[in-house]
């Protein structure tokens, strides 16, 4: 089969991680593949060699005649993807949660794209029912399908170095607004000085609001802000993780919570429509309220005074992660293409 992805950039996100692998997947079976981008460059264009690396062909134009099924990444694809209707299968791959659906809400012409899609595919159920049900309910039956990000088991390796006598908090994802790394930086200044944790905020920084910006400041000892790092160095300090924590206030289904769960790191997450059915409080994570920072840093002070509590936690959150394993992922995904290629087969 001949796949086009279409995205808006090859950075360090959990979308752009998702279509790497799946397009690592493809490429092992046999697919040609192509993704098509915008020029791109600096922290846009992070993985571009990973891309190279795994066997897909980076091409800034293209002919539809030269692939089966055309599949466009996250909502921003949609005007690359609107410019393909009527000439090639269509995928529409949302990775987006509340702010996707608004955007959407907010461009009629996008929102007609629903309609016109030959599959449109989310990470969650969740996501599915509990966000995007009221722009997908009048589309026909088959037409939406959820299929999890691909986030295989973590090939064995070092950890990254951490202080002696520390135990570390991680947060992995870019630094700006709605993943609220604020609070979790408030969290951990409230668990008191004399605290032996680390806090590593893993991810571009884009903006860190107060006053977490000034409480970084005052203690850059205890936490580090790493931008933008290699998959590699993110599995590093997986492996040297306590506790992971996610305080979003709004997500689709992000991957580093499942990957974290792989290296058996306990996760802390804030309550999210998206994680319906997967994340369970007090079974595989511990989730508390958007915005409650009081409760934040009660979870990290119990998880990081409990072994036996992270040890429980994350059992089920490993085995709850082997749904998001090559086996069934990719399975998923390969149907997907070609129930797109046979619903519209093209002359």
Sequence with gaps: ???????????????????????????????????????????????????????????????????????????????????????????????????????????????????????????????????????????????????????????????????????RVLCVGSVYPRKRQVDLVRAVAALGSDAPVECVLAGELVRLDPPGDAIVAADPGRFVLSGGLPPEAVQRLYRSADVFALPSADESMPIAPIEAAWHGVPVVLSELDCYAGVWKHSVNALLHSVGDVEMLAWYLRMLLESPGLRGRLTAQARAMATGFGPARTTRLFASVLEEAVARQPMA
């Design 1 to 167: 089969m001949r796949v086009l992805f279409l995205i808006h950039e090859l950075a360090l996100n959990g979308a752009v991680v998702a279509l790497l692998s799946q397009v690592r997947h493809l490429v092992e079976t046999g697919a040609r593949v192509s993704v098509l981008t915008p020029a791109l460059d600096g922290s846009a264009a992070a993985l571009r060699e990973e891309f190279v690396s795994a066997g897909a062909e980076l091409i800034g134009r293209t002919s539809t005649d030269e692939h089966d099924v055309a599949v466009g990444c996250t909502v921003f694809a949609a005007e690359a993807l609107a410019g393909l209707v009527g000439r090639i299968p269509l995928v529409w791959w949302l990775h987006e949660g509340r702010a996707g659906m608004q955007h959407v809400l907010a461009h009629p012409k996008v929102a007609a794209l629903l309609g016109a899609a030959d599959k449109v595919v989310f990470p969650s159920r969740g996501t599915v029912e509990r966000i995007w049900a009221p722009l997908l309910s009048s589309l026909p039956p088959g037409r939406v399908q959820v299929i999890p990000a691909l986030v295989p088991p973590p090939e064995p390796g070092p950890a990254a170095p951490k202080p002696a006598g520390r135990m």
